[in-house]
T-cell receptor
């Protein structure tokens, strides 16, 4: 079974631009979560989607948004990029149910210049 | 709000020795799940071990075991017979079993394994 895939793997953008990141979960997984990972802050939860609905949201500004499609693929969008948005963005999928582990993708390394 | 604290930014262990990584958490909930995840350098994060809060028995997975102290809100990871491949960032994570169901991660502990 294929793992979680994220595209693109690396991205360089300039301040003020917007970016869209994509995540394809493991087949059959209905939950997709997004995290921002930085050396200073660790893993910060962005949001979780389940069956096309945002089930959970972290404490990030409205510039960060996401959506999930009927095939469970998810996209994350960041508008009006700031230097501080430079980070590794991780996507994780899991089966229905709270006890299930999350399977992480390789991440998208976003650099904002 | 729930918090997860990993007070050891970095740990070192000799190959074949045992090491314990600490994790404490704060919650007012009675039902939740705890996890340890491993992130090797430039590789994907993977689950090491999982503990359900309602289970008193400590979880074990081969060389990895936890010491779950619910009253003390402590969830430490013990790695026995450490191997070079154990070198990684280790993250402790909490997931609520109700309400927001959010995952909350600690800041991580970097484990170095010395040959």
């Amino acid at each position: 079974k294929a793992g979680v895939t994220q595209t693109p793997r690396y991205l360089i953008k300039t301040r003020g631009q917007q970016v869209t990141l994509s995540c394809s979960p493991i087949s059959g997984h209905r939950s997709v979560s997004w995290y921002q990972q930085t050396p200073g802050q660790g893993l910060q939860f962005l949001f979780e989607y389940f069956s096309e609905t945002q089930r959970n949201k972290g404490n990030f500004p409205g510039r960060f948004s996401g959506r999930q499609f009927s095939n469970s693929r998810s996209e994350m969008n960041v508008s009006t990029l700031e230097l501080g948005d430079s980070a590794l963005y991780l996507c994780a999928s899991s089966l229905d149910g709270l006890a299930y582990e999350q399977y992480f993708g390789p991440g998208t390394r976003l650099t904002v210049t | 709000a729930q918090t997860v604290t990993q007070s050891q930014p970095e740990m070192s262990v000799q190959e074949a020795e045992t090491v314990t990584l600490s994790c404490t958490y704060d919650t007012s909930e009675s039902d939740y799940y705890l996890f340890w995840y491993k992130q090797p350098p430039s590789r994907q994060m993977i689950l090491v071990i999982r503990q359900e809060a309602y289970k008193q028995q400590n979880a074990t997975e081969n060389r990895f075991s936890v010491n779950f102290q619910k009253a003390a809100k402590s969830f430490s990871l013990k790695i026995s017979d450490s191997q070079l491949g154990d070198a990684a960032m280790y993250f402790c994570a909490y997931r609520s079993a109700s309400g927001t169901y959010k995952y909350i991660f600690g800041t991580g502990t970097r484990l170095k394994v010395l040959a």
